[in-house]
């Protein structure tokens, strides 16, 4: 079983989003389990005070040490282990798919710290914090919406979880390409229609074409992603020479 601990002020929402749809069949199953820990149950200020001013002046109030190791000992208490620990935060680095797949390799257990106000208390991130993870460029009002995302991330990758790797695999960002168009039934739909090719039956025409377009879109949306790539088998070749010829042509064709 794949485990991860959330530590949030906001537990109810958080466990209620992720016990849904397929996370929640894979709990329900056996697969993954997500438990969500209130940081409040830890402080012992009467009022449940979990944050103070920060030293040094400046606006806002910073989540305090002592509140935050309290839940975080306690969890690494129960699985009787010291757990890798990830601080969602503006500051860390960048989440991707090859990140999703670190970590459901690398590990069984995460614990995600979710943050509020202007931040939490530095010495605790020195202390108890393995990585920091951030969603991108933008700063969100805590860490539950990222926490949420990178669990999702993850658990959709443990064995089990999903019902065929395939479900995974033939995804965006999988192998570096995002994914092609996906089309389902009526066949024309205001006056648009599903690729012939598509309804063909002709399998490997239709991996081809699937190919194609993954490329087209990948080079055409993200050309720092398209970039990284290496095309070295010879379909992958002929492809990209088409390619070439296909972009050429409605280059023309727009002047």
């Excluded at 329900?28 to 001013?53: A, L, M, S, W």
């Excluded at 996906?182 to 239709?206: C, D, F």
């Amino acid at each position: 079983m794949y485990w991860i601990d959330i530590m949030t002020l906001f537990p109810d929402t958080v466990g209620d989003v992720l016990c849904e749809s397929i996370l929640g069949r894979g709990q329900e199953r056996g697969y993954i389990r997500v438990e969500c820990h209130q940081i409040r149950d830890y402080t012992t200020n009467k009022q449940k005070q979990v944050d103070d001013y920060p030293y040094g002046g400046g606006r806002g109030c910073v989540m305090q040490a002592q509140p935050l190791y309290d839940c975080w000992r306690h969890i690494c208490q129960s699985h009787g282990e010291r757990v890798h620990t990830i601080f969602m935060s503006p500051c860390g680095k960048t989440f991707t798919q090859e990140d999703a797949k670190r970590l459901s390799r690398e590990y069984d257990k995460l614990i995600l710290v979710c943050g509020h106000y202007e931040g939490i208390d530095q010495r605790f991130i020195d202390e108890c914090v393995d990585e920091e993870i951030s969603l991108g460029d933008f700063v969100l009002t805590g860490g539950e919406i990222p926490a949420m995302a990178v669990a999702d991330a993850v658990c959709r990758l443990v064995p089990g979880v999903l019902p065929d790797p395939e479900c995974f695999t033939q995804e965006s960002h999988w192998d570096g390409l995002l994914e092609y168009p996906q089309y389902s039934r009526p066949e024309e739909w205001n006056g648009r229609h599903v690729p012939p090719i598509l309804l063909s039956g002709n399998h490997a025409e239709i991996k081809k074409w699937r190919r194609k377009q993954s490329i087209i879109r990948t080079r055409l949306r993200r050309p720092d992603m398209y970039e990284k790539l290496k095309f070295e088998t010879k379909q992958d070749k002929k492809l990209l020479a088409e390619i070439d010829s296909e972009l050429e042509c409605d280059k023309n064709e727009n002047r």
